[in-house]
């Protein structure tokens, strides 16, 4: 019970979240200039048409009433007009049929494309993945190197490894990733192409017209490298941390007076037990680089949120930026209940209530 209370709980707090988000990010867009009549309907349209669309979308109405409708069209749980067209708009399913109205359930509408008329659901599905894999590949890289990193700074505290590890994290932390994704690009992309076999650009597949579709993961690797510098040096620098106040532990010094290897002190004992900082951080960063991996995908021209998203920007497509900045934001409410849960698995110090 405590489980499932801790889980509302959690749950309605992230409903309080997407809910601000929605509403600050509603009126942010509103006050931009633009016009979504002329980009739906093109500036050469007849007057009847831009009406019917300044009707579809609403603008006819005072500003709280469009905020109001947009909430109902974002909501899984909805009253909408009971009519073919909503039907065939919506896909919902009926929960409670007030005549006229009715109470649905249905995948959240966010609504239609400005510059494509392609539902905002199916372009955010299409891009998702790219973003995913660059986000996962770059978790994984920070991951690996920044436990390794950590551990054999940990082992010669004070050394000049250990300064040399210590100082690179520091410049990782401080070297915004924008920055780094240029720099790695232009190096290893560019100048040291022949000799790393890596391009400025690429995807994570391509259509070679003799074999098909073909899986292309050196093309990850740069701008995943780029995305994983910060929590790499993160990681670095916490299990340096962890590290050295779990070697100064009793118990430590006990599994040293057994005879136990200096391998199974590190690797069974002091390493276990020092991984969760670790882990709730590793947790944490996935979405934080998912929403990061925004301007990386952009300069290395990798196909994603985050490109599908600055190229909306780009053309005032409203629709499609906010969809994507609620999508982003429902992540870090997802992911940050999950490393709450596993946070309470892993320490048996902490406690649901």
Same mark, same amino acid.
């Given at each position: ?32 200039p633009g016009d979504p009549v002329a980009l739906l309907a093109g500036q050469r349209s007849d007057l009847s048409t831009r009406e019917a669309i300044t009707k579809d979308l609403g603008l006819d109405k005072p500003l709280p009433l469009q905020l109001l409708y947009y909430v109902n069209d974002v909501s899984p749980v ?58 996962? &590949? =770059?978790? *994984? $890289? @920070?991951?690996? %190197? +920044? ?7 940990? #082992? ?23 920055? &780094? =994704?240029? *720099? $790695? @690009?232009?190096? %290893? +992309? ?7 076999? #890596? ?24 701008? =995943? ?41 590190? =690797? ?44 909306a920007v780009q053309n005032l497509d409203f629709p499609l930026v906010m969809g994507s900045t609620l999508f982003v934001a429902f992540l870090f409410v997802l992911i940050n209940i999950l490393v709450d ?13």
């Open positions: 019970m405590k489980l499932i209370g801790f889980i509302l709980s959690r749950l309605g707090h992230g409903l309080l979240i997407m809910l601000g988000v929605l509403v600050a990010i509603f009126f942010l867009f509103n006050v931009l909805s009253v909408h007009e009971d009519t073919e067209a909503n039907l065939e708009k919506y896909e919902y399913s009926t929960l409670v049929d007030f005549g006229e109205d009715v109470l649905v359930w249905k995948t959240p509408y966010l609504r239609r494309s400005f510059q494509s008329n392609k539902s905002v659901t199916d372009i955010l599905v299409d891009h998702f993945f790219g973003t995913l894999w660059l986000a996962a &590949a =770059a978790m *994984l $890289i @920070a991951t690996v %190197f +920044g436990i390794l990193f950590g551990v054999l700074a940990s #082992l010669r505290p004070h050394s000049t490894l250990d300064h040399t590890l210590v100082t690179g994290s520091v410049l990782g932390i401080s070297v915004p990733s924008f920055v &780094a =994704a240029i *720099l $790695i @690009a232009i190096t %290893f +992309g560019y100048y040291w192409s022949d000799w790393t076999g #890596l391009s400025l650009t690429g995807q994570l597949y391509e259509i070679d017209p003799f074999e098909g579709k073909q899986l292309m993961l050196r093309n990850l690797l740069l701008p =995943a490298i780029a995305l994983g510098i910060r929590p790499l040096a993160i990681i670095v620098q916490l299990t340096r941390s962890s590290m050295l106040d779990v070697m100064s532990q009793d118990y430590i010094r006990t599994a040293r007076a057994k005879g136990l290897s200096r391998y199974n002190v590190i =690797a069974g004992h002091a390493l276990k037990n020092a991984l969760n900082p670790v882990v709730t951080a590793v947790s944490g960063w996935l979405a934080s680089l998912m929403a990061g991996a925004f301007f990386i995908e952009y300069i290395f021209n990798w196909k994603g949120l985050g490109s599908v998203t600055l190229q849960l596993l946070y309470v698995m892993l320490d048996p110090r902490v406690k649901l209530d």
